[in-house]
Every structure is written in structure tokens, then in C-alpha cells.
């Protein structure tokens, strides 16, 4: 006989209330990253990076809860509490992502005391707040021996100046050295007001910082009599949060996120999806804003008979090439499909163009005869010119489409060449209508090419209908080629290239960035 403990079956889910952190996706802690891993439904917010839902399984469930901006799912706060309750009655592991802390002015214990009356299991995970990222990404400690040993935050959502106030402004004027004021941007006015009235003097330093922790980023400064005006001008919109205090004054000195040599710069990078960008890393570490495109998409071929046939004679070749890391990975994923070996290739000698392809090819137990100084096709060639290639048979496994220069170079020098496809490029539909107005209003600083094809698909997915429209969009925007390849190709449809470094990797093209604007800012002055 079976015994049934509980009937009927009330298995409950979960809710976590999850800090995001500030904006920086790399501020969520290691904890909220984990239960993102593990969620089934999650309920985000306008202020939680969506990147961070790039955390959350394919399978799960995502909700746009945010109450700003007015987007498609605008929920109330009762609506979020029902969905989280009714989520978690199905049994569901739930994720409520909050911008930075759900304790500081998130509303996370109203939500809470929602699921505590319906019996719902809860767990709640910190986040760094909003009031010390914007504090230390501006440059400014919020505490200081020197100038101040208390802090206070404030909300500044309700209107100072309305008769009966929450928060006792005659007290906080003059007692917390640091005032920090989140929603405040509206009633600023009201806030310096108050501040002044209530003892606080006019020369206060004040800072206001937007978007804090995000390429975004952008902070002024000023005293409690003239910030109004400064952000007035500076046309700073919410969300913003507002500093009040003498520590404001080390923003001079300790300022550091704003001075990274590309912060406030916009770059496209143009890379396969297949294929994890070190670009978009060095760039960002350098304080850059990444819009990443993926404009070309590999694909294997449909047909392999040309690769299969150099396979099953490949005791008759003398060289086995590779001009990129595709080419090496769909070359072997084929010998091993033919039920091959890396041992297969103990006879032939094998060259490559460029380290990262080397790199590769060690993946496979195999280290190349030839690898050369020029990190080039052309290079490749002429470093082949000097063993004697004629009459040898070389193997090129590549993409179905693909520069000329090697095969024709080695083809004049009396060698025969296969050319044997293993992928093709393929440019995936793209976020073209978006592309064209940002590059239209020159709100895209640079746009950088790591290879022929990048170029290629990229003007394939902006899709400019002659030559006038193509200046048209791209004569503002600085362009960064990886090598003279890639540069000769951008110059073929007539644009030319800004940015070039001399050795052909992808730390130098970011150095060769940030000289760029190293040399130019000195221009300005
Ligand atoms: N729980 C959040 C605060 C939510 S209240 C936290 O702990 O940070 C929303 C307010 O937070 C905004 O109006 C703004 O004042 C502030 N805020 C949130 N993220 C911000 C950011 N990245 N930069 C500047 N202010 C931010």
C-alpha cells in the first residue's frame, strides 16, 4: 500500500528578489547570477541591465515589468505582485530582478508581503545600489575622514515643498554630511530650495550623475544654488541620482571612469556569431559603448565533394592550408564526420595565416610548418613563393567565397591548388532600419572591420541604395580596418580607412583606436 502524505499535490515554487545592481551588468553579485542561471520565469525591470537576462536559460519565461517608459506590459505594483504570486502558485522557480538594491526605494518588501500572505516561499539577494555605483563611478567617496562621517538617502520623489512631507528636510539640511537623492531630478528645484532654507550653505557642492556605471554615464557638477540651471542645461533626465555634500570635491582628483580613453565613444564592432568577440571586451575595458552586429552567420556548406575527394588522396598533397579559424574548424569537424583522425595529416606540411588560427590548429594536436611574419593571404604566398610550390598539389579548405589573391598567386607559380568550401558567410537579417538613423544622426563614433567579409555583410545590412546614399550614412563615422586586406576592401566601395594598426591583431586595432583619440583630443587642445 502506497502512502499519500499530501493530497492534493501543492507544490509551491519560489520567489527571489534578485538586486541588478546598477546598471553595469558586471555589478550583479555572484549569487543573483546563479538564481538568473536557474530561473524559470523572471520578472525584470526598466533599471535591471537586460544583458543580464543573457544569464537566464532559453527555456524560461521573461517579463517586462518596468513601470517606465510605457512599454507594451506596463504593470502596476499590484499587478507585479499577482503575477510573482500566481508564477510561484504554478510551482515555478521565480527571479523578480530589480535595479540595484530591492530593499533601497525598490518596493521589494511590498512585494513581499504579498507573497508572505500567500504562503509563498521567499529569499531576497542584495544589490549595490544605485546612490554608491553613481558615487564611485563619478569619482566621488561618499564618506571622507576629512569632510564628512555620515550619509543619508533620501528620496526625492515627493514634492518638497508640498505641505506635509515625509522626510524632515530642517533636519536633514545640516545633519548627514552626504546627502544622496534618488527620483530627484524633477523636484530639484524644490530639494536645493528646502536644502538652503533649512541652514545648508549655497556653495554646497553638488553633483548629479545619470546613468550610472553604463557607457552612458554622464555627470555635472555644481553648488546647491546653481545646479538647477547646470542640469537645465546639460539637459540631464532621470534616472539620475544627486549628490549633496563637500566629498563632492574629490571628483577632481579621483574621477576615473570618465577618463578612460574611449568613454563616451559609440563603436560598432562587426563580428561572426560563432565566433567570442575579444574585441568587445578591450573596447569596453577601454570605456568604450559596444553595439555589437553580427553580420556574418557561418554555415556549413551543401555540398562537401570537393573537400571529401582531397580527403580521401590527401597522401598526394604537399601543403595543407588555413587562412582563418572557420576554415580550420569546419575543415576538421569534415575529416572527423569521414570517421578520420588528426593523424591523417602526418605526411602533408601545413601553413596558416595569422596566430588565432595557429591557436586553433593546436586544438587539434597539430603545430604548423609554416607560419607567417605577414599576417596575410598575400603573405602566405609569398612566404610559399620561397619553398619550391611548383608542380606541388596544395589544399585550401576556405569559405565558399573568399579572396583570390592566394590560390591565383600560387596557381602563377605552377602549383595546383584545390580550393575545397568547408563553410560559407551567410549575413543574417539585421537591425538595419536602427543602423542607418544612428549613423545618419552621427551618434556612432567608430565602426571597426576584423576581415573582408565583416565589411562585405556589414554594407549588406545597412543596404544603401547607391554609392550617394552609402556616403551619405558613413562620411561622419570613423573607420577601423584589422589589416590591408580588410582596408583594401573598404576602399573598394570607395570609403576610406582611418584607423589601421601595423601588426594585425585585434590589440593593436584597439590601441590603434585609443591612439587615435589620444592624438585628436591634443588637437583640440
Ligand atoms: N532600488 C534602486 C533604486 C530604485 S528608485 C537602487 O537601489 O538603486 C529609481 C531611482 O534610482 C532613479 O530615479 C534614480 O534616481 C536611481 N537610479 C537607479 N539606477 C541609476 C543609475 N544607473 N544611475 C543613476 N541613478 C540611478
Not at 598526394?316 to 580550420?328: D, G, K, M, P
Amino acid at each position: 500500500m502506497t502512502t499519500n502524505t499530501s493530497s492534493p499535490q501543492t507544490a509551491t515554487g519560489k520567489v527571489y528578489l534578485v538586486g541588478a545592481g546598477p546598471g553595469d551588468p558586471g555589478l550583479i553579485t555572484l549569487r543573483g547570477k546563479y538564481l538568473l542561471e536557474h530561473a524559470e520565469v523572471v520578472v525584470y525591470d526598466y533599471l535591471a541591465n537586460p544583458k543580464l537576462l543573457g544569464y537566464v536559460p532559453k527555456n524560461a519565461q521573461l517579463i517586462y515589468a518596468g513601470k517606465k517608459g510605457g512599454g507594451l506590459h506596463a504593470f502596476t505594483q499590484e499587478g507585479i505582485n499577482r503575477l510573482l504570486v500566481d508564477h510561484a502558485k504554478q510551482g515555478r522557480m521565480v527571479v523578480r530582478l530589480k535595479g540595484g538594491d530591492p530593499f533601497i526605494f525598490g518596493r521589494g518588501a511590498e512585494e513581499i508581503e504579498e507573497l508572505v500572505a500567500e504562503g509563498i516561499d521567499f529569499e531576497v539577494v542584495p544589490g549595490v545600489t544605485s546612490a554608491t555605483a553613481a558615487a564611485t563611478y563619478a569619482g566621488i567617496p561618499i564618506t571622507h575622514r576629512g569632510y564628512t562621517a555620515s550619509v543619508a538617502f533620501v528620496t526625492g520623489h515627493e514634492d518638497p515643498t508640498k505641505k506635509f512631507s515625509n522626510i524632515s528636510w530642517e533636519k536633514l539640511a545640516t545633519g548627514a554630511g552626504t546627502i544622496v537623492i534618488y527620483m530627484g531630478i524633477k523636484t530639484l528645484p524644490g530639494i536645493t530650495r528646502k536644502l538652503i532654507d533649512h541652514g545648508r550653505s549655497p556653495d554646497t557642492p553638488v553633483a548629479v550623475v545619470r546613468w550610472a556605471s553604463t557607457p552612458q554615464q554622464r555627470s555635472v557638477v555644481g553648488t546647491l544654488a546653481t545646479i538647477c540651471d547646470v542640469v537645465q542645461q546639460a539637459d540631464i533626465k532621470p534616472p539620475a541620482l544627486i549628490i549633496v555634500g563637500e566629498v563632492v570635491k574629490l571628483r577632481s582628483t579621483i574621477d576615473w571612469f570618465e577618463k578612460r580613453p574611449l568613454f563616451g565613444r559609440r563603436i560598432v564592432v562587426t563580428r561572426t556569431r560563432e565566433q567570442a568577440s575579444d574585441l568587445v571586451a578591450q573596447l569596453e575595458e577601454q570605456g568604450a559603448e559596444v553595439l555589437e552586429y553580427s553580420t556574418i552567420h557561418i554555415e556549413p556548406v551543401d555540398d562537401y565533394r570537393i573537400v571529401d575527394a582531397a580527403i580521401a588522396e590527401i597522401g598526394s598533397y604537399q601543403w595543407l592550408l588555413f587562412t582563418s579559424i572557420n576554415a580550420v574548424t569546419h575543415f576538421f569537424r569534415r575529416l572527423f564526420a569521414l570517421g578520420h583522425d588528426s593523424r591523417l595529416l602526418a605526411g602533408i606540411s601545413i601553413a596558416v595565416v595569422g596566430r588565432a588560427t595557429a591557436e586553433e590548429l593546436r586544438k587539434y594536436g597539430i603545430k604548423p610548418d609554416l607560419l607567417p611574419e605577414k599576417f596575410t593571404g598575400e603573405g602566405l604566398a609569398e612566404a610559399l613563393l620561397r619553398t619550391e610550390v611548383q608542380g606541388n598539389r596544395i589544399l585550401l579548405p576556405r569559405a565558399l567565397r573568399a579572396n583570390e589573391i592566394l590560390p591565383e598567386m600560387l596557381a602563377d607559380a605552377g602549383a595546383q591548388v584545390t580550393i575545397a568550401p568547408v563553410y560559407r558567410n551567410v549575413p543574417p537579417p539585421g537591425p538595419k532600419e536602427e543602423l542607418r538613423d544612428q549613423l545618419l544622426e552621427g551618434s556612432i563614433d567608430v565602426l571597426t572591420f576584423t576581415s573582408s567579409s565583416t565589411v562585405t555583410n556589414f554594407l549588406t545590412l545597412i543596404d544603401a541604395a547607391n554609392e550617394e546614399e552609402l556616403h551619405r550614412l558613413l562620411d561622419r563615422v570613423t573607420i577601423a580596418a584589422i589589416g590591408p586586406i580588410t582596408a583594401e576592401t573598404i576602399r573598394e566601395y570607395g570609403l576610406s580607412v582611418d584607423i589601421q594598426p601595423e601588426r594585425y591583431t585585434i590589440s593593436d586595432m584597439v590601441q590603434a583606436i585609443v591612439a587615435h583619440y589620444r592624438t585628436a583630443a591634443r588637437q583640440a587642445g
